[in-house]
């Protein structure tokens, strides 16, 4: 069984057709991109995977259950239990402390615990601006916190959209890292990007195209191997070879 | 950490880290809770505060002579029956004609000490006589024999039984006075003069008897009627009668007017709810992107109610204490301006504040916490 399957997803405003019969497997421990233009229906179905809207027409299987029928107070405790989520902007609370901004998604999902939530920002490399405040970060860090977030409670899926967006290099290549130690650990992640270069670190890449699966294509060459400690350019060869 | 220990971390970093926001909100609980709390501290100090003015609205018991003569001994003794802390002043009065300018004109004796006391409300140009041959004269008085303060007045009395002989003897009693003021109360006061008693004395010769005695009282009617039988019961020749007047008036008017801080307090109390519901609407809206991230990261409802109820009821405890100070502060100058008198410190208030003031945050703030959870938290992950 996938542990996520879209089952002839329709999403529809109005007249518009966000998501038109949209059908997709995401199997346990994948990394797969999601690409496509502008208004293609990209965040409209990380939200409808992520638990946060429903589609208008279709079945969406995540761990076997079909979410789209459910209530939006249990849609609140899937999303919690099983999805961690990382934004375009860095979305944090702005008046808590970084370390406080990761126990906050421990504190909705059982207790919150200091001591692992600073692991997690040692895990991002933030280890030592847990006192600052968002005001305080850089941008990177900023989304390097969202991503010890996301990762606080060992989360099935990591849904990210547009992680690296609105990131300089150096940034996104230290998110692209994380990325690659998640998925070394076993997590499930999609991931939205216009970016190419993050989009085929993946092992598939799906491309959007007015709310239909247009495309997709398989890294044939994803060995799933690539440490970050191995530096950017092995990396970069490997995947171009 | 306990759960608990984070939400607390969370509502007073709320509050604290962003204090310039929350300052807003603060302010107008605190301003509610000033308002509030001081015209409670008045409501309850209308009738002290009331009863003093109603004091100075002069006497609320009289004694008369009942069949025999009542002399001044009688009087205080009579008015040693009245506790002395309830008793605000005894003015005794005795009447007598004299002659001024060959004009008769009615002289009273009196205590011009205790006047002050019984009729508060006299307005004097000038002063009250301080020692012997000065004399107090009524408006009427001054200008029908165009005199004024600073003026010497001769006075004259004819002694009882004293039969002028011819037409050049002079029987008559006589004193200089200076005029230290007069008397202007729109009553028939203003048609008489005002001496010690001493003086009158002397200028009758005899320590004749006192014909009314005005007394103020602090009591309501049945102490005052109580007070007035014991002292008909006596034995002495004085006959207590109470001032129906404005012992009545006393209490409608204080009624009314307690009413009346009582419907500006609900005002009040309904204006702040509406200011309180107003600021937390304005502080959700601006934290809808906040609230939608919470329910992203898995918040329920609840939890975000719980947290922004948290959130209001600090800031209205905070509000409260601050409010029970400066209420107090507020009800404080109100006394001194209005009633010209302090006020009673009421301990009792400050919880009573603090709590009210928790109470009507958390609960105007109820509907605009409960809209926030209506945030949509794909709108969020939208990036908008
Ligand atoms: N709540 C809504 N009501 C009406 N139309 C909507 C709503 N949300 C999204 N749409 C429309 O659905 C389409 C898909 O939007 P979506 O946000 O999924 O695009 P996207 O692929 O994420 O684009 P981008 O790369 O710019 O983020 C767009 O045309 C958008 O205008
Ligand atoms: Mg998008």
């Given at each position: 069984m996938s542990l996520l399957e879209l089952r002839n997803i329709y999403k529809i405003y109005g007249e518009l057709h966000a998501l038109d019969d949209v059908s997709l497997k995401v199997e346990k421990g994948e990394w797969v991109s999601i690409m496509g233009p502008s208004g293609s229906g990209k965040s409209t179905m990380m939200n409808i995977i992520g638990c946060m809207d429903k589609p208008s027409k279709g079945e969406v299987l995540l761990d076997g259950v079909d979410i789209s029928k459910e209530s939006s107070r249990n849609l609140t405790t899937i999303r919690r239990d099983k999805i961690g989520l990382i934004f375009q902007q860095f979305h944090l609370v702005n008046y808590l402390t970084a370390v406080e901004n990761v126990m906050l998604a421990q504190y909705y999902h059982s207790i919150p615990d200091e001591k692992e939530a600073l692991e997690a920002l040692d895990r991002v490399g933030l280890a030592d601006r847990a006192k600052h405040l968002p005001s305080q970060l850089s941008g990177g860090e900023q989304q390097r916190v969202c991503v010890a977030r996301a990762l606080i409670n060992y989360p099935e899926i990591i849904l990210a959209?547009?992680?690296?967006?609105?990131?300089?290099e150096a940034n996104e290549e230290i998110v692209v890292d994380l990325f690659h130690k998640l998925h070394n650990e076993g997590t499930t992640l999609i991931v939205v990007t216009h970016d190419p270069e993050v989009a085929e670190v993946a092992q598939r890449t799906l491309v959007l195209r007015s709310g239909r699966l247009a495309k997709e294509i398989v890294n044939k060459n994803f060995t799933g191997k690539i440490h970050f400690d191995e530096g950017d350019a092995f990396r970069k060869e490997e995947i171009h070879e | 950490m306990k759960k608990r220990q984070m939400y607390l971390r969370m509502i007073t970093a709320s509050l604290m880290r962003r204090r310039s926001r929350m300052l807003v909100a603060l302010l107008s609980i605190a301003i509610g809770a000033t308002i509030l709390s001081g015209l409670v501290t008045i409501y309850y100090d209308v009738p002290r505060q009331m009863g003093a003015q109603f004091r100075n609205y002069g006497a609320n018991m009289i004694f008369t002579a009942s069949d025999e003569e009542m002399s001044l001994d009688d009087v205080h003794q009579s008015a040693n029956m009245i506790p002395s802390d309830d008793l605000i002043g005894m003015t005794p009065y005795r009447y007598e004609n004299i002659r001024i300018r060959e004009r008769p004109i009615v002289v009273a004796g009196t205590d011009m000490e205790s006047i002050k006391l019984t009729s508060p409300y006299w307005r004097i140009q000038g002063d009250y006589p301080a020692t012997s041959e000065q004399i107090l004269i009524g408006a009427n008085v001054a200008e029908s024999f165009r005199l004024k303060v600073g003026d010497m007045l001769t006075v004259s009395y004819t002694p009882e039984g004293a039969v002028a002989t011819d037409e050049e003897t002079v029987l008559d009693n006589m004193i200089d006075f200076e005029i230290t003021g007069i008397l202007d109360t729109?009553?028939?006061?203003?048609d008489y003069v005002y001496v010690s008693l001493e003086d009158l004395e002397t200028l009758t010769e005899n320590k004749g008897s006192i014909d009314v005695a005005e007394l103020s009282v602090q009591a309501n009617s049945d102490e005052l009627a109580g007070y007035a039988d014991k002292i008909n019961d006596s034995g002495l020749p004085v006959l207590a009668k109470l001032v129906k007047r404005v012992t009545a008036s006393e209490t409608t008017v204080l009624s009314k007017l307690q009413a009346l801080v009582l419907l500006v307090t609900v005002v009040v109390l309904a204006l702040t709810m509406i200011c309180v519901a107003t600021t937390m609407t304005a502080v959700v809206a601006e934290r809808r992107k906040e609230i939608g991230l919470r329910k992203a990261i898995g918040a329920s409802d609840s939890s975000i109610i719980k947290e922004f109820i948290g959130e209001s009821m600090l800031l209205g405890g905070l509000g409260g204490i601050f409010g029970s100070v400066l209420g107090f502060i507020f009800a404080q100058q109100v006394s001194i301006h209005v009633f010209s008198s302090s006020i009673t410190f009421q301990p009792l208030l400050i919880p009573i504040t603090i709590l009210v003031s928790v109470l009507v945050t958390g609960l105007s703030s109820l509907m605009p916490i409960r809209s926030a959870t209506e945030v949509d938290p794909a709108l969020v992950l939208k990036g908008e």
């Open positions: 959209d547009e992680p690296t967006g609105n990131l300089d | 729109g009553g028939s006061e203003e």
